[in-house]
């Protein structure tokens, strides 16, 4: 579980190199519809990993270039292994901006890491209210569903994920064992 969020926490320190610029809420939110629906349609693995991207680009973005910076600090401690002040980081990224699911995501991430489950799932819920269609909330969610042997709302959780971004491979397998699971098939 752990590597899997360090992996999460790496690629999206790794966006504002790549390009990542605040747009105004209009635009953005136009973008992120459309690039959703070519998510949805997108023929190829590598195609819909480029979309992921643009659509992760424009989450990373808060839109202020204070909290961008914190959030950039908040993801080289989290890589770096500086758990508690990865997490200080981001309680003051959502202090700053309460309405900027990427802070809540990333601080979930943090909590993740640190065993703190609970707090993880509080975060993912916030995420998910601002940000419905935030497919790794949701498959993070359904993770830790599983660790509180909870397969039905995991199986629930990742499903939506899928519904929002069908080319998540990993979440599919998981969900496809899920169902065998809970149909009583051996996994």
């Known amino acids: 579980m752990r590597r899997i969020l360090s992996t999460i926490a790496l690629v999206t320190l790794l966006l504002p190199a790549l390009g990542c610029t605040a747009l105004d809420n209009g ?3 136009t973008d992120l519809d459309d690039l959703f629906i070519r998510l949805r349609f997108a023929a190829t693995g590598d195609e819909a990993r480029g979309i992921e991207l643009a659509i992760m680009r424009l989450w990373a973005s808060s839109g202020r270039p204070e909290v961008d910076l914190l959030m950039l600090r908040g993801m080289e401690m ?3 292994g500086d758990l508690d002040g990865a997490l200080s980081t981001f309680d003051h990224v959502v202090d ?8 809540y995501n990333q601080r979930a991430l943090v909590h993740a890491m640190r065993d703190e489950y609970a707090e993880a799932l509080t975060d993912l819920r916030q995420v998910l209210l601002i ?8 498959a993070g969610l359904g993770r830790i569903f599983l660790l509180y042997d909870r397969q039905e709302a995991a199986l629930r959780a990742f499903e939506a994920a899928l519904e ?21 098939e051996p996994i």
């Open 27 to 29: 635009r953005s939110a």
């Open 78 to 80: 989290a890589h770096g």
């Open 96 to 103: 700053l901006a309460p309405s900027f699911a990427e802070g």
């Open 164 to 184: 929002l971004d069908p080319h998540l491979d990993a979440i599919r397998d998981e969900a496809e064992r899920l169902r065998d699971q809970l149909a009583g």
């Open 131 to 138: 940000e419905p269609r935030q497919f790794s909330a949701l």
